[in-house]
T-cell receptor, first 116, second 114 residues
Framework: EDKVVQSPLSLVVHEGDTVTLNCSYEVTNFRSLLWYKQEKKAPTFLFMLTSSGIEKKSGRLSSILDKKELFSILNITATQTGDSAVYLC????????????????FGKGTKLSVKP | GAVVSQHPSWVICKSGTSVKIECRSL??????MFWYRQFPKQSLMLMAT?????????EQGVEKDKFLINHASLTLSTLTVTSAHPEDSSFYIC??????????FGSGTRLTVV
């Protein structure tokens, strides 16, 4: 049973398009929801969201969390070819979800391809 | 910002041999580090949690005798894949959390067992 579900799994757009990546989750009472960008190697941090309704922005990227509806979105405006990557959503759950406290639960990711 | 160094970046080994992967927190102390495995086109799956000075905690389905974890200091955790087989070929990534702040990932190790 997937606790973190991302959609779409794959997306192809052209430069300049705006994209919205979705992440829904079943984990409640989590400490934070995180977004990462993974190119060829390890994920790089994008955002950490802890409060509902507060948008976080970094350049052309923004993200928001809805704790009531249990989802988060990652927006990328004016996409560039360098945005091509797999975008991972992860939830930092409480210890009751198994494993040791502090481990992240990842979604399967959304593969974004931006064509020139 | 926090930096986690992982070594080696890639390794090719023969079936039946053992491979050690190191994960170091360079500018902070990490009492807990996490080891993930990622198969092609799959997401990161937690394998185990490495605790400094005590035994690692393994996720269900991960063989602790095959994936040996040692966390001997506050800045170093090692993962040893023993008697590696081709099905162990994967991308292994460690991460550490600095004092409750966000997780930082190592650069990953691509293991190929031939």
């Amino acid at each position: 049973e997937d606790k973190v579900v991302q959609s779409p799994l794959s997306l192809v757009v052209h430069e300049g398009d705006t994209v919205t990546l979705n992440c829904s989750y079943e984990v409640t009472n989590f400490r934070s929801l995180l977004w990462y960008k993974q190119e060829k190697k390890a994920p790089t941090f994008l955002f950490m969201l802890t409060s509902s309704g507060i948008e976080k922005k970094s350049g052309r990227l923004s993200s928001i969390l809805d704790k009531k509806e249990l989802f988060s979105i990652l927006n990328i405006t004016a996409t560039q070819t360098g945005d091509s990557a797999v975008y991972l959503c992860a939830v930092d759950p409480p210890a009751i979800y198994g494993g040791s406290q502090g481990n992240l639960i990842f979604g399967k990711g959304t593969k974004l391809s931006v064509k020139p | 910002g926090a930096v986690v160094s992982q070594h080696p970046s890639w390794v090719i080994c023969k079936s039946g041999t053992s491979v050690k992967i190191e994960c170091r927190s360079l500018d902070f102390q990490a009492t807990t580090m996490f080891w993930y495995r990622q198969f092609p086109k799959q997401s990161l799956m937690l394998m185990a949690t490495s605790n400094e000075g005590s035994k690692a905690t393994y996720e269900q389905g991960v063989e602790k005798d095959k994936f040996l974890i040692n966390h001997a200091s506050l800045t170093l955790s090692t993962l040893t894949v023993t008697s590696a087989h081709p099905e162990d070929s994967s991308f292994y990534i460690c991460s550490a959390r600095e004092q409750g702040i966000r997780y930082t990932f190592g650069s990953g190790t691509r293991l190929t067992v031939v």
